[in-house]
């Protein structure tokens, strides 16, 4: 239902972690800090984009 | 017709049930049993549009609390989207404005630009949908534009398959005046809404609508599924195709029942606590983060009322990663030496 442009998307790690806590991405041109969260429409969208094949999730570094 | 002069109405046993005054104000001596709710009839958060915690949009997004504007195919315009706190209403000194600053230069196929309003699947279980039950409810609102014409809204339910939806067409007859608007939706029983925090109902205003959206096959006052089905029909109104154009919205309440009662007012700490449930920026910038062990800036944030999913988080030091709860942040950055104070936006919008 939306139109939501995204892009520069990477996972980053959660605090004294290993694993995958949030996706930084840049949605409308807000830098956003996502958590893996079905339900939050950031997420939702993200997801759908790359289902889509039109956007890739860097690693975290 | 007929008409009845009374001032007082006995129950059988002769006690007074209702006596009228001389000027005409009525009184249940022995209780009063509605057959709707007294309060919190309006379904619509920030109706009155009081509040506004993003201040002015320029762009897609969501603007006043829980208003979302979205435009599609659009190539030539541009806009601005502000609170008005000057309405020229008694009753409602704030309004929705979005006002064009650069026409569209035509109507092509595919344009489209709307307002949206969105509420859970869980705030609407007292409708009944999907059952034989289905209860009626009633959509009103004020509206003021420089473009007289035809308008198009719809309801889009989100939750059923395939997706559903409602279209009425209502009209702004005399340009920049206050018109209130009433339309009457019947309950649905073809349609369940999922008992949970997704999106299930989109309340949509149309502001421009190009053919693809506006084409009147589409039958109006009846719910049905969107498969086939315009979105704007009839739509003739292009507010966005005339620059210093003006369109302006508040009052809107969505209520149980065939008739739209008064305006339910809350007070804009009631009404701003709703809001950030979806939308939570802090009056200031964020003082609790400290250095830690020489090497992190680490701190929380606590939300004031619990938000509707883990938000997405903004925030002006752009270095800090983040843990997103529904009642908290916890944020952290490797960099940092010494402790730094910031803003952020906490987004769970539907």
Redesign the interface.
């Given at each position: 239902?939306?139109?939501i442009t995204i892009t520069n998307a990477q996972y980053?790690?959660?605090?004294q972690s290993t694993e995958n806590?949030?996706i930084?991405a840049t949605?409308?041109?807000?830098?956003?800090?996502?958590?893996i969260?079905e339900?939050?429409?950031?997420?939702d969208e993200i997801m759908r984009q790359v289902e889509a094949g039109t956007l890739t999730i860097q690693e975290a570094e | 017709m007929s008409t009845l002069k009374v001032n007082t109405i006995q129950d059988t046993t002769g006690n007074d049930a209702l006596t009228i005054d001389s000027s005409g104000n009525v009184t249940a001596s022995q209780g009063f049993v509605p057959s709707t709710q007294l309060s919190h009839r309006n379904l619509v958060i920030n109706g009155a549009m009081q509040v506004a915690q993003r201040g002015t949009a320029t762009s897609n997004g969501y603007t006043l609390d829980r208003w979302a504007f979205n435009s599609t195919g659009m190539d030539d315009f541009a806009f601005s989207i502000t609170q008005n706190t000057s309405s020229g209403l008694s009753e409602f000194p704030n309004s929705l404005k979005f006002t064009t600053t650069t026409a569209e230069s035509a109507v092509d196929a595919n344009d489209r630009a709307y307002f949206d309003y969105r509420i859970e699947g869980q705030n609407l279980q007292n409708l009944g949908y999907g059952t034989s039950d289905a209860k009626t409810m009633t959509l009103s609102f004020w509206v003021k534009s420089s473009v007289t014409g035809t308008y198009a809204s719809f309801i889009y339910q989100d939750d059923a398959s395939p997706a559903r939806s409602y279209l009425a067409n209502w009209t702004i007859d005399t340009a920049n005046t206050w018109e209130k608007k009433t339309i009457t939706i019947a309950g649905d029983s073809g349609g369940n809404i999922n008992n949970d925090n997704g999106p299930a109902f989109y309340l949509r205003w149309f502001l421009f609508a190009g053919s693809d959206w506006s084409g009147s096959s589409t039958p109006l006052h009846t719910w049905g599924s969107t498969v086939g089905r315009t979105e704007a029909p009839n739509q003739t109104a292009q507010v966005p195709l005339t620059n210093n154009s003006t369109w302006e919205l508040t009052g809107v309440q969505l209520e149980v029942g065939s008739v739209a009662t008064p305006f339910e007012h809350r007070s804009y700490g009631e009404e701003l606590a709703r809001c950030q449930r979806y939308y939570y920026k802090p009056g200031g910038d964020i003082e609790t983060w400290r250095n830690w062990a020489n090497s992190h800036g680490i701190g929380y944030i606590w939300f004031p009322v619990q938000m509707r999913i883990a938000p997405s988080v903004s925030n002006t030091a752009n270095s800090y990663n983040v843990t997103s709860k529904t009642t908290h942040v916890f944020g952290y950055a490797s960099t940092l030496t010494s402790g730094q104070a910031f803003g952020i936006t906490a987004d769970a919008e539907l």
């Open positions: 239902m939306n139109e980053y790690l959660g605090y806590e949030g930084i949605i409308d041109g807000v830098e956003m800090s996502v958590p969260a339900g939050n429409r950031h997420y | -």
